[in-house]
Every structure is written in C-alpha cells, then in structure tokens.
C-alpha cells in the first residue's frame, strides 16, 4: 500500500509494534532482565503478541506485484540484506571478547561468544535479527502459497495449521533447530495468512465496533497472559492453546485499537519508516 493508497491504522498499528518491541529489548539479547527486573512479568505478556502482531500485518499488505523474480529481489533487499547488515553487530561482540576478555562481564550474559558459534548461530542459523530472516521465508512461502489458491477458508486453515504447528516444534527442547529460521518463518506465514484472509473485513469495520472489540480482546487476553507468564499453566497442550490464543487476542486487541484511533501522526510515522 503505498502513496493515496496507503491506510494509515495499519502505519499506527506497525508503530505500536515497533514501541512494544523496543520496550521487550530493556532484556539483554538472551532475555534475561539483569537490569529492570520488575518489568519481567509485563514483557513476557507483550512477548506473547508482539511478532505475531507484525506478521499479520505482514499478511494485510501482501502482494506477488511484479512475478516472483521481482517478488524475491525485493524482499531480499528489504529483509535479507538488513539482516546481514545489521548483525554484524552479533559477530563484532565475540571479537570483542577475543581481544578484551574482560569485556563478557560487561554483557551480563551467560551467553556462548565463541566465534565459531557465533558465526553459525548468525549466518546459518539466523539468529541474528531473526525476525527479518523468519519473515523472508514467510513471504516466500506466502507467494506459493496464494499462488496456489485464493480460497479464503483454504488458506486460513493452512494459516491456523501452520500457526499451531510450528508453536509445538519451537516449544519442544531437544528436537534439532533447523537453518535460517525455517519454523519461524513457517509461524510467519501462518499469521501472514490469516491478515491476508481478514484484510478487507478489518478495513470495513466502524470504528466504534473495533473500540468495544479491542477492549473485549484485551480482557480475554490478559486472562489468558497472566496465568500462562506466572507459570500457573502447566506445560504442554494447556500452554500451547493458551500461548496462541493469546498470541491472537493481543494481537487483534492492538489491530482493533489502532483502527479506532484511527490517527496518530507520530506512531504512523514510525510504522512506515
């Protein structure tokens, strides 16, 4: 969506995404909160929405515009290229530690900066900034995947099977971790799915009807967060429909807000730069 075409609620609700992740990353890197403790419990709940939030919207704007030679070329500009850029910033650290070993202390980290690790864990693994490689494969698999039907229910199903899916594989310790986000990208294109479906309905919805919505949504998820962050749910299947019911109350929560605000200059600004 761009120029006249551009709607503004879904600028607003990337800007909210962009401020509730800049407020997770008061953690260090491995999610340990060595510096603001006291804020643990809050972004464990915002950590339960916060990427599937973008990788719905990710399903709003979609589109295989140009054939997929300039699909791929575009999104590997837009995603796989600042994912190289910018983690480097991943690889200057055990070099870091390499020349100044009393640097690791500064971290407050129990994690590996071995540089052989390192360099797997960011470049073959996509460890890095991982939502940019998740979300590149996600947008391949969404250009097959609507290339292959535009039957609305079909790819919901697809979106929801691949949502709950890949959610059991990620909470599974042991199972061996596949290269490039692979089972991210596969959650990606699953809440990918499920916007692309929705996208006309959410934009023909009033803008009372998404403020009752979002407050109703809110209610529900906070029921569903605070137990499930507090360790009250046990593991297994009850965590698992909790973590993703969740996943899309907090998600639908902040879409239905934004389109009731309906305008805020300064988020839409953030959400589109």
């Known amino acids: 969506m761009s120029g006249s075409k551009r709607v503004e609620w879904i600028d607003v609700a990337k800007g909210v995404g962009i401020v509730l992740v800049s407020f997770g990353h008061l953690r260090n890197g491995d999610g340990e909160s060595v510096w603001l403790p006291a804020l643990d419990a809050p972004i464990d709940a915002i950590y339960l929405f916060h990427m599937p939030l973008f990788f719905l919207?990710?399903?709003?704007?979609?589109?295989?515009?140009g054939g997929f030679k300039a699909?791929?070329?575009r999104k590997a500009k837009t995603l796989l290229v600042p994912y190289y850029v910018f983690s480097l910033y991943f690889l200057?650290?055990?070099f870091a530690i390499l020349l100044i070993p009393s640097m690791r202390a500064a971290f407050?980290?129990?994690?590996?900066?071995?540089?052989?690790h390192q360099f797997l864990d960011v470049l073959v693994m996509g460890n890095g900034l991982w939502f940019l490689m998740a979300f590149f494969v996600g947008e391949c698999l969404m250009y097959g995947l609507t290339s292959l039907t535009d039957n609305g229910r079909m790819l919901a199903?697809?979106?929801?099977?691949?949502?709950?899916?890949?959610?059991f594989v990620s909470s599974q310790a042991g199972w061996p971790t596949l290269p490039f986000q692979i089972v991210a990208g596969v959650k990606a294109a699953g809440y990918m799915c499920v916007g692309y479906?929705?996208?006309e309905w959410l934009k023909a919805i009033p803008r009372g009807r998404a403020g009752v919505s979002s407050a109703c949504a809110?209610?529900?998820?906070?029921?569903?967060?605070v137990p499930a962050v507090a360790g009250i749910v046990p593991d297994g299947p009850a965590l698992l429909t909790?973590?993703?019911?969740?996943?899309?109350?907090?998600?639908?929560?902040?879409i239905w807000l934004c389109i009731a605000v309906g305008s805020c200059r300064m988020l839409a600004y953030i959400g589109r730069y």
């Open 108 to 116: 407050q980290t129990s994690h590996d900066y071995g540089i052989a």
């Open 92 to 94: 200057a650290k055990p």
């Open 157 to 167: 199903a697809i979106g929801m099977a691949s949502v709950i899916l890949s959610t």
């Open 71 to 73: 699909f791929l070329v």
């Open 197 to 199: 479906v929705l996208k």
């Open 218 to 225: 809110a209610i529900v998820f906070l029921t569903l967060a």
């Open 242 to 254: 909790a973590s993703v019911a969740a996943a899309f109350l907090g998600t639908f929560a902040v």
């Open 57 to 65: 919207l990710g399903g709003l704007t979609f589109s295989r515009r």
